[in-house]
């Protein structure tokens, strides 16, 4: 509607790709810090809301990807097994915030820079 302000959104998505094939996104690293805090494959799947069976394709894509393991898996069922991240796996998770939250303000400042709109500012996110 003409007249009427609404504040506008940058909205965006990352992912990393290697050789061309998608590896790892945001949705990955969420799966990954759940993993930590559950240490359980099957209920980090449960809480980022993913199939157990799309879980297990996600990690072994992306441990291809990248050339190193994510996940440490223990085989054993519900009482003794479990899994939690790597050495490598927590590394990139913490890398990957610290890129994620630099962009998120870079991305920022681009916007209200550069998309000011008669008084308006876009947000990024």
């Known amino acids: ?49 993913w199939s157990y069976r799309h879980t297990l394709a996600y990690l072994a894509n992306g441990e291809r990807a990248l050339g190193y393991s994510l996940v440490e898996r223990v085989r054993g069922g519900h009482e003794r097994g479990g899994a939690r991240l790597t050495p490598s796996g927590r590394e990139f998770v913490r890398r990957y915030t610290v890129f994620r939250r630099q962009l998120d303000a870079a991305l920022e400042r681009l916007a209200r820079s550069a998309l000011s709109l008669g008084g308006r500012h876009a947000t990024a996110r």
């Open 1 to 49: 509607m003409p007249g009427q302000a609404h504040r506008l959104r940058v909205r965006h998505k990352v992912w990393l790709d290697a050789a061309g094939r998608f590896a790892l996104g945001d949705g990955g690293v969420e799966l990954l810090r759940a993993i930590d805090a559950t240490g359980s494959i099957r209920a980090a799947a449960g809480e980022v809301g």
